[in-house]
């Protein structure tokens, strides 16, 4: 199956910083890449997403990047607000979703 | 938003009982579901996928004999944990996408399983 890394593990930054997580892909056949975000206690929910057609999508605050030659996709945050501390979980998906290990960004006031 | 309903939040059995997970889509009608386990500080690992009215697909390493899952209708998808042991003890969490291929999963909001 698809095998989804994810880097980094834990991330920590100053309330205004921006913050980017890595996440890099093994099938080539995978062509939905869904960022997902997940607070303590509640279900992730997701916060934006890619389709291997496109390069990148952004949405306000959040922007997304695909490289699909390299096989690697990143989330990047500007202006990080303490609300935007959770974990974040990167997926690849074709018809399944495999999810990265998450990352969790703590945002510091 | 679609809304996935996941029964019950959590749930506490002896060790050696069947334990049932139920999750439906309450709004939508879900063409294919995925079930969960999340390990404490750890991601969302693929248990296995299920399509209404046919049989589940299940991730390697997966036992289909303890971890039954039935897709009878377009909203409902049950997780029946077998013979429990203290280590199924975890979170279990299922999510259902409707439609087209490779649109948003949405996310019930997890089972506590605790096997005594």
């Known amino acids: 199956g698809e095998n989804v890394e994810q880097h980094p593990s834990t991330l920590s930054v100053q309330e205004g910083d921006s913050a980017v997580i890595k996440c890099t892909y093994s099938d080539s056949a995978s062509n939905y890449f869904p960022w997902y975000k997940q607070e303590l206690g509640k279900r992730p929910q997701l916060i934006i997403d890619?389709?291997?057609?496109?390069g990148e999508k952004k949405d306000q605050r959040i922007a997304v990047t695909l490289n699909k030659t390299a096989k690697h996709f990143s989330l990047h945050i500007t202006e990080t607000q303490p609300e935007d501390s959770a974990v974040y979980f990167c997926?690849?998906?074709?018809?399944?979703?495999?999810f990265g290990s998450g990352t969790k960004l703590n945002v510091k006031p | 938003g679609a809304v996935v309903s996941q029964h019950p939040s959590w749930v506490i059995c002896k060790s050696g009982t069947s334990v049932k997970i139920e999750c439906r889509s309450l709004?939508?009608?879900?063409?294919?579901m995925f079930w969960y386990r999340q390990f404490p500080k750890q991601s969302l690992m693929l248990m296995a996928t299920?399509?209404?009215?046919?049989?589940?697909?299940?991730e390697q390493g997966v036992e289909k004999d303890k971890f039954l899952i039935n897709h009878a209708s377009l909203t409902l998808s049950t997780l029946t944990v077998t013979s429990a042991h203290p280590e199924d003890s975890s979170f279990y969490i299922c999510?259902?996408?409707?439609?087209?291929?490779?649109?948003?999963?949405?996310f019930g909001q997890g089972t506590r399983l605790t096997v005594v």
């Open positions: 999510s259902a996408t409707q439609g087209t291929l490779n649109t948003e999963a949405f």
């Open positions: 890619i389709r291997s057609n496109v």
């Open positions: 299920s399509n209404e009215g046919s049989k589940a697909t299940y």
């Open positions: 997926a690849a998906s074709f018809n399944k979703f495999y």
């Open positions: 709004d939508f009608q879900a063409t294919t």
